[in-house]
């Protein structure tokens, strides 16, 4: 049995190491993604257009999993495992198989949101003229 007093140190324990443990999957995240950005800096210079092909599709796959994540962080957070299960989609994205199976899902709303976004661009615009 714990005194209210120690169960008060062992939750702010515990919060502590939840806090903790995300921001190590965090700089972990931006680490595979600075290495993305070197792989795409020699994939482009290069001139293999099947490695730049598999490097854009990684950024555009790694943009939709930011935005997803932002809305989802907030109630995902103090879920067990979730920020191993962060790293592994950044890591299975960064894996050369990861985008080309993905990449196909988004395509689709990604045109459409695309297409939205440039239209409401367009009314802003003539608007100002």
């Known amino acids: 049995y714990l005194r209210p007093q120690q169960k008060n140190k062992t939750m702010s324990g515990s919060t502590t190491w939840t806090v903790f443990h995300n921001f190590l999957?965090?700089?972990?995240?931006?680490?595979?993604?600075?290495?993305?950005?070197?792989?795409s800096c020699?994939?482009?210079?290069?001139?293999?257009?099947a490695a730049t092909k598999t490097w854009l599709?990684?950024?555009?796959?790694?943009?939709?999993?930011?935005?997803?994540?932002?809305?989802?962080?907030?109630?995902?957070?103090?879920?067990?495992?979730?920020?191993?299960?962060?790293v592994a989609i950044v890591a299975f994205l960064i894996h050369s198989a990861g985008p080309p199976k993905i990449y196909p899902h988004l395509e689709g709303p990604i045109e459409k949101a695309g297409a939205f976004i440039e239209e409401k661009i367009a009314e802003v615009m003539k608007k100002k003229e």
Do not use: H, T
């Not at 999957?25 to 792989?39: M, N, R, T, V």
């Not at 020699?42 to 257009?49: E, I, N």
């Open 25 to 39: 999957a965090d700089i972990i995240i931006q680490l595979i993604a600075a290495f993305a950005g070197y792989k």
């Open 42 to 49: 020699l994939a482009v210079k290069s001139g293999d257009f």
């Open 57 to 86: 599709q990684f950024w555009i796959c790694y943009g939709a999993y930011q935005l997803v994540e932002v809305f989802l962080n907030q109630m995902l957070f103090n879920m067990s495992f979730y920020p191993e299960i962060k």
